[in-house]
């Protein structure tokens, strides 16, 4: 068995691509609209699919809010500077939550952003 992706929907797909691909980095692999169902679905990532687990980004064609809920935490991505890396989300005009350094109870170095839909995305810094 292996993890193939996390699926998050998303209220407006061109802004979300252009964080995924333009802010973080990633690549769209594949995209692709049902217009029986009204959707589409975009599928970024660092890596291809046969290798690497994705994102799926769901974009319903008929909603244009969810409700985030209390259960919801983040995504984590390993980046080689935390600091840098906030610096180049904040540039590119996009959110940082909460600034690099160390975490709370422990040394590793972290930092939290923002998506346009407000699903948080944690960088950890490589040790």
């Known amino acids: 068995m292996r993890m193939l992706h996390t699926m998050l ?7 979300s ?10 690549k769209l692999l594949r995209q692709e609209d049902f217009p029986g169902g ?3 679905l975009a599928f970024v990532g660092y890596g ?3 290798d690497h687990t994705v994102l799926e980004l769901t974009y319903n064609w008929d909603t244009h809010e ?3 809920g209390n259960a919801y935490g ?16 904040r540039a590119k ?3 940082v939550i909460r ?3 160390p975490m709370q109870h422990g040394t590793t170095v972290i930092a939290f952003v923002e998506d346009p839909d407000g699903y948080k995305i944690e960088f950890i810094q490589k040790s």
């Not at 929907?9 to 802004?15: F, G, W």
């Not at 980046?79 to 610096?87: F, I, P, T």
């Open 66 to 68: 969810y409700d985030m």
């Open 93 to 95: 005009g996009q959110k």
């Open 38 to 40: 009204r959707f589409t």
């Open 99 to 101: 600034e690099a350094g």
């Open 9 to 15: 929907r998303v209220t407006d797909l061109e802004k």
């Open 74 to 89: 983040h995504i984590a991505i390993e980046v080689d500077d935390a600091y840098a890396a906030c610096d180049a989300v």
């Open 17 to 26: 691509l252009a964080f995924y691909q333009d802010v973080l980095g990633m």
């Open 48 to 50: 291809e699919e046969a």
